[in-house]
């Protein structure tokens, strides 16, 4: 079934964005036709115990078994319209992102591999490795990398990509938060990094490097999408980058665009709820683990009207957060 967040993130993002149109009517008429069923259900179970039903008097046993099944027949009603909310949320949204994962995954993965990859590899990596503060330009390197997402995005602009990546010094990271961040760092061993798009991942892959550089007792976990979903990261995109390289990597075994603890299996759960701190990039992550109340670290840029109202920002501004419970 579709937790609360799960449901906000897929369904109330996407429509208020146009990303996707709303609940087909299918899902309603399938929604409808259970609740009709059990209305018609518990009215014929009360009809077979009660034969003389609406004649006769109103005794209180028959007044006691009749708001019984009243209210069955509300319940089923209710869950009728769970059910098809619950049907379209995992069933229905996630297959039409997955309608769009070929040639856009592909464009967007093209970004990663080639646009960014070279600088990342040559220009970037020396920049960052002659400042004062190596980790938090990774940081920083990482935050802007989540622009690249076609399912957030109507395009991906060159010219805003090449903006952003020029001007990544210039984000401006809560120092409460950074201190925080470096301290748990410092004291931690199980780091859980969740990946968020695929043509960002790049970015991350040089974020792990200078997190296991600096704080080498750090065991990074890695966690992608389990399947095919949008344009996110999966198991093969974190294979084609080597990410093998700088930490181990699974995926989550769900296809949402997120991270949903309640979907996750038993083994991976114990490993987030097991973990000293969990990094987590982009919105859909932040909308699924958000009030989990573990130890989590957000970073991803805003681009939708949701996020936009609850950190009052604007229109791709960088966001470095953590869980609320810990601030």
Not at 238 to 255: C, K, L, R
Request: contains cysteine; hydrophobic residues 40%.
């Amino acid at each position: 079934m579709a937790n609360k967040a799960l449901f906000w993130y897929n369904y109330k993002r996407f429509v208020d964005e146009g990303t996707i149109k709303p609940l087909s009517p299918k899902t309603f008429a399938l929604s409808g036709l259970i609740t009709v069923c059990g209305l018609v259900l518990s009215l014929t179970i009360y009809c077979l115990v009660f034969p003389d039903s609406f004649v006769g008097e109103n005794t209180p046993i028959k007044l006691f078994f009749c708001t019984l099944f009243y209210m069955l027949g509300t319940l089923a009603m209710i869950g009728g319209v769970y059910f098809g909310i619950s049907l379209a949320v995992t069933r229905f949204i996630p297959d039409k992102l997955c309608n769009i994962s070929g040639q856009c995954k592909s464009a967007v993965m093209a970004y990663g591999t080639s646009s960014i990859a070279y600088s990342v590899n040559k220009e970037f990596e020396e920049e960052i490795n002659q400042s004062e503060n190596p980790l938090k330009l990774a940081i920083q390197l990482a935050i802007v990398g989540n622009y690249i997402d076609c399912i957030a995005m109507p395009t991906i602009d060159d010219k805003v990509l090449n903006r952003l990546l020029m001007q990544y010094r210039e984000i401006k990271l809560d120092d409460k938060i950074y201190k925080l961040f470096t301290n748990d760092l410092a004291n931690s061993r199980k780091v859980i990094y969740c990946t968020d798009n695929c043509g960002e991942i790049v970015l991350d892959k040089l974020l792990i490097k200078y997190l296991t550089l600096y704080y080498p007792q750090l065991e990074i976990q890695v966690i992608v999408r389990g399947e095919e979903i949008g344009n996110d990261a999966s198991i093969e995109d974190a294979e084609n980058i080597s990410m093998q390289e700088v930490a181990a990597f699974e995926g989550n075994g769900t296809t949402i665009a997120g991270t949903s603890l309640h979907l996750l299996s038993d083994e991976l759960k114990k490993k987030f709820y097991k973990a000293d701190m969990i990094i987590s990039k982009g919105q859909g992550n932040y909308e699924t683990l958000s009030g989990s109340g573990l130890n989590i670290y957000y970073l991803f840029l805003c681009k939708c009207n949701h996020l936009q109202k609850i950190f009052l920002a604007k229109f791709l501004d960088p966001i470095f957060s953590m869980e609320c419970e810990r601030r």
